[in-house]
Each structure stands twice: as C-alpha cells, then as structure tokens.
C-alpha cells in the first residue's frame, strides 16, 4: 500500500515508519524537517508544518494514498485541515491518541466504552497537563465525525522502546544499570503498566492491512513494582512509602511512572488490551523491553528525571522510619 505518515521520524511514529517498511509497503511521511531523521533512504520525505493549517499541507498537492496515519496531531488545529483535505484521498485515517483521554476512575479496567473527559475547544492550543487529554478528544471526534468506519483510533498507555525521549521509562532502566542502592517507590504492590513502542507499531501495520475500524486500547503487561525491579535487575531496592513520596512533592515527572494506588490517574495503570489482543494486538515480554531499552541507552543516555542528591535523601528518610 501507499501510505502517508504525519510525523514519522521520532520514536514511535520512527517504529511504525519502520515496520510498515518491513511489511513491503511504501512509505511517505510529512515532517517540518527539524528532528533528526535516521529513516532509511526508501522513506519518500514531504515538508510542511501543521501548525499553519492547510498551508502547512500544500506538499501534499493533490495527492492520494491509501492510508493516513496521524502520530503529529495533537491539536484541532493540526488535525481539522489534515482530516479534511484528505479525506476524498485516503482509505483510511489511524489516529494515534492517548489513554489520557479517559476520566479518572474506580471503575478498572478501562476499556473504550469507558467515559472521556470533555472535550477541548477546537481554538485552544496550548498543550499541558490539564489540556492533553481533553485536545486528544477532540481530535479523536473529528476523525471519527470526518471518516466513520474508515476511522482507526489507537489510544496508547505510555509508550516504551528503543528511541524513547521521555526519560520515563528509560529513567528506570539506566538507573537500575548503575547498580548500588536504588529508590524502589511504594511498597511493591502498586501497579505500572507500559505499551512496547513496537506492539503499537505491529498492531498499527495490522490495522491498515485488515482494514481494521474502530478504537483500540494500546496497552501491554500490568506488573506489580516488586516485578517491575526485578525484571529490571534492581539488587538493593530500598522501598519508599508513598507518603514520603507525596510530601517531598515529586511529580508524576521527577518520579515517572509511579502512581500509588487510589492516586490521580492511578486508574491509567488498569487498562484493558482485551479489545486489541482480539483484533491481533501481540505483547513484548517486559524483559525484552528492557533489555532492548538498556542496549539503546548505551550510546543514547539520558539525563536522570530524578537527581541522585534527591534520591539519597528519600532513601534515608524512609530509612528513618524505620
């Protein structure tokens, strides 16, 4: 197939461009040019910026493809012009959103029937905290409203894998690869839950080829964070208590991945893959994640999202409580 990426040179746009590469299909993707771009040679490159609407999609000419995929929209503003002018010239649009998407709930797992957040104003363009969920809602409704059943939306957990730029997940495992003492959050029984960059990836090539309609959980393996550190190989965890976490005030960014159960969001760590394992949706073993991620990390660190000095002190307060 002919297939148009917007986006495509970063991490799991990069795995997605890569795997539909692999499955023999041709591959174009729409970027501004600015990130750096190991794609291979094959990759036909359009330029343009979705930040200036329509204009910014007149590489595109009159063009078609058979498939769209979206991993770039993030605003109404990108997604509006791009969902419409293509529309008589693509087959199929995959939208790539979020789990943050859902509202906070008791009601686990979450599955895609569960309630959304509201929807965000098509003008707002700031992307934060607060905005990213309800921006990613409307994004989704005018996909679905423009394209119906030739509409795939894919809702991912946090994403992990080889290529990473968050520093979430790869804070983890090149922590744990120093070796020595090591902040373990918790006591070891709340839950932390991931997607492999390439399951999405997979499913997404998947989706294009079976003509697969619909909205799809990307979620992988649910472990507890007593399996998470010792699947990451972590020797000398010392476990903090959530309470010292909360009143130190580290954020969701200082201390990724973790949230205490009963917590804000804490629900977005129970979601159900059932929905895209039954439509072929294929799970990495998280030690084979790992193992890819800390093999990447070796030429590509990353700066620690929680500085030692801050961990050493968590380490002897809870020490301290003891």
Known sequence: MDILVLGGTRFVGRHIVETL???????????????????????????????????????????????????????????????????GRVGR?????????????????????????????????????????????????????????????????????PFDPTGRHTYWVQRASEGGEMLAPGDGSDYVQLVDARDVARFTQRAIEKH????????????????????????????????LIDQAGLTFMELPLYRSSGSTNASLMHVSHERASAAGLTLTDALV??????????THPVPPALPPERERELIAKARGQH
């Open 289 to 298: 994640t790992i193992h890819d991620v800390r093999e990447w990390l070796r």
């Open 21 to 87: 590469l692999d499955g023999g299909h041709r591959v174009s993707v729409l970027t501004r040019g600015k990130s750096p771009d190991e794609l291979p040679a094959s990759v036909e490159r359009l330029r343009g910026d979705r930040e200036q609407g329509t204009a910014g999609l007149a590489a595109l000419g009159s063009r078609e493809w058979d498939v769209c995929v979206d991993v770039s929209g993030y605003t109404p503003k990108q997604v509006r012009p791009s969902a419409e002018s293509l529309r």
């Open 93 to 161: 649009y995959v939208f790539v959103s979020t789990v943050s998407v859902y509202v906070d709930s008791s009601d686990v797992p979450v599955v895609e029937t569960h309630p959304l957040l509201p929807e965000a104003a098509e003008d707002v363009t700031d992307i934060n905290g607060e905005t990213y969920g309800p921006l990613k809602v409307t994004c989704e409704h005018i996909v679905r409203d423009l394209y119906g059943d030739r509409s795939t939306i894919l809702r991912p957990q946090i994403v992990a894998g």
């Open 212 to 243: 697969t309609p619909g909205i799809f959980n990307m979620a992988g393996p649910r472990l507890t964070w007593a399996a998470f550190m010792d699947a990451l190989g972590v020797a000398n965890p010392v476990w903090v208590p959530s309470t």
